[in-house]
RNA sequence: GUGGAUGUAGCUCAGUUGGCAGAGCGCUUGGUUGUGGCCCAAGUGGUCGUGGGUUCAAGUCCCAUCAUUCACCCCA
């Protein structure tokens, strides 16, 4: 028989860790709302073919790490390995654009690649992430750009880094990679396999090489794309920086920097943790003015970004910036045996229905049990239900900060809980 | 997919040259009738990851295997 456990990769998130998850997730409602954008939910599952033409056949994500399966209708299906591909999907399904010209939303979901687990990388994962569908204007990327970093600004992290860089439209791409090319030729046979093998095809990735051989030779040789850019394009970029400047939003130029999804174009960005370990890029994103046309949508342009939770919460527990408290409650019911809880329960009912949280003792245990439990609990007030209050319909309402006691009918306990809280 | 490290109680971990499986925390109960925290006492809890092997004897040594974890890779 086998041992029934999650699967490699997973992680059960228990009782005593949602609090973590709670405080970030109520921190990006408040940030998405402040900017005005509306949520989005997609299945967890596509048709395997919107990432293969999405997210690019070619790339690490499609090509290994993807679940796919057939279904019994014989369909391949996929878990979706990212969230960008599928809202565009769903914005061209639904005809978006006719109901107005931008769109500004935001999702947050689980996410499935079949990698190797270790810190700060999962099978299943959680990102949020935003996607402003409808404009080619730089103010976008600058917008997209300001709130993922409002977010981690409102969480109160401080070890973080933002760095942008612009990989140019469809053409100056094709030229400045010929260029590389050209230049590099004569350093080919110095690279590392994996390079050699990108080199034909897909020669930005050997800026991403953590070989330090083949960086020192993208150090010395390799031209900087921020110089090849066409005038269009250079402009789009120098509008982006003039906006972050204005909001005082501090950044990096990384000509660098270049992501694994074939989509982007133009501007592109990350956020590193700078205390975290070798997984350290909290969110990464861009402008992707090809994609909703490759999905045989309009031709739409888009900027947008996704940013991992767990990543998120290991950056926030090396600030320790996740406070020990528990929640607690308003009142613990103590009954002593179950003809107390006949009393008890529609007594919690109508104190709940008054807007109290109201924890009920289900076990008739002893008073001192159930005293000690709500102290752990971290009660507010506590009150023994036995004989005597039955039969008067008074109770005892305790106070376990100062240990005071009034004695009250059961009437007025809800007025007397508001006094205290 | 490739390397390294680690698997003992719910949690954190001890366990000597191979010789009766332990501690702290937690949880339960009690310390005079129905009142928490502190203290004291008792109790609960383990297929020592799994399967082989060596041995009178294996948590300990050997082999295999699985899992976890960190790094490569990739990415959020």
């Given at each position: 028989?086998?041992e029934l456990?999650n699967i ?5 998130i ?6 973590k998850w709670?405080?970030?997730e109520?921190?990006?409602?408040k940030?998405f709302t402040?900017?005005?954008?509306k949520?989005i939910?997609t ?17 690490d994500i499609v090509?290994?790490e ?6 019994k209708?014989?369909?391949s ?7 960008t591909?599928p809202?565009a ?14 769109h500004?939303l ?5 996410l499935f690649?079949q990698e190797r687990p270790?810190a700060?990388r999962?099978?299943q994962?959680h ?6 569908i ?12 300001a709130l993922?970093?409002?977010i981690y ?7 973080f ?7 140019g439209?469809?053409?100056t ?5 010929d260029l590389?090319?050209k230049?590099?030729?004569?350093q080919r046979?110095?690279l590392?396999?994996t390079?050699?093998?990108r080199?034909d095809v ?5 800026f991403d090489?953590?070989n330090p051989g083949?960086?020192?030779i993208m150090?010395n040789h ?12 250079a402009?789009?970029?120098?509008r982006?920086?003039?906006l972050?400047?204005a909001m ?10 270049v992501?694994g ?5 133009r501007?592109?960005?990350e ?8 997984q ?6 861009g402008?992707?003015d090809?994609?909703?046309?490759e999905?045989?949508?309009p ?9 991992g939770m767990?990543?998120l919460?290991?950056a926030?527990e090396?600030?320790g ?14 009954p002593?045996?179950s003809?107390a809880?006949?009393t ?6 109508s104190?709940r229905?008054?807007?109290y949280s109201?924890?009920?003792d ?5 008073v001192?049990?159930m005293?000690?439990?709500a102290?752990?609990?971290k009660?507010r007030?506590t ?6 209050e ?12 100062n ?5 009250l009918p059961?009437?007025?306990?809800a007025d007397a ?5």
């Open positions: 028989m086998q456990k490699k990769g997973t992680h059960d228990l009782p005593t860790g949602i609090a709670q405080k970030i109520k921190v990006l409602q940030v402040a900017f005005c954008y949520e939910r299945p967890v599952f596509e048709n395997t073919a919107l990432f293969a033409r999405g997210v690019g056949e070619f790339s090509s290994k993807m679940y796919t399966f057939n279904d209708g014989g369909e299906l996929t878990l979706r390995p990212e969230l591909a809202v999907r769903s914005y061209i399904q639904h005809h978006f654009w006719q109901d107005a010209p931008v500004k935001w999702y947050l979901g689980p690649r270790q700060g999962q099978r994962f990102q949020y992430g935003v996607e402003v409808g404009s080619s204007l730089p103010e976008a990327d600058a917008e997209v750009i993922a970093y409002s600004r409102e969480l109160g992290l401080k070890n880094a933002l760095h942008i860089n612009s990989i439209s469809t053409d791409r094709k030229n400045y990679t590389l090319q230049t590099l030729e004569a046979q110095d590392c396999d390079c050699k093998q080199f897909n020669i930005l990735r050997l090489c953590k083949c960086a020192q150090k390799a031209p900087s794309i921020l110089d090849h850019l066409s005038r269009e394009d402009e789009h970029f120098t982006v920086r003039e972050l400047d005082m939003i501090p950044y990096e130029v990384n000509p660098a920097l992501r999804l074939d989509y982007y174009t501007t592109t960005f956020i590193k943790g700078t205390a975290l370990g070798a350290d890029a909290l969110c990464g994103g402008r992707y090809n994609l909703l046309r999905l045989d949508g031709d739409t342009p888009a900027v947008g970004f996704a940013a767990e990543r919460i290991l926030m090396a600030e910036l996740f406070a020990e408290d528990e929640e607690g409650m308003d009142l613990y019911l103590a002593m045996d003809r809880l006949d008890a329960m529609p007594l919690a009912q104190l229905e008054a807007g109201v924890y009920v289900l076990l008739g245990r002893s001192k049990a005293l000690r439990e102290n752990r609990k009660a007030h009150a023994v239900i036995g004989e005597d039955i039969k008067n319909r008074r109770l005892q309402l305790k106070s376990m900060f240990n005071s006691v009034s004695t059961f009437e007025a306990l809980l508001i006094n205290e809280k």
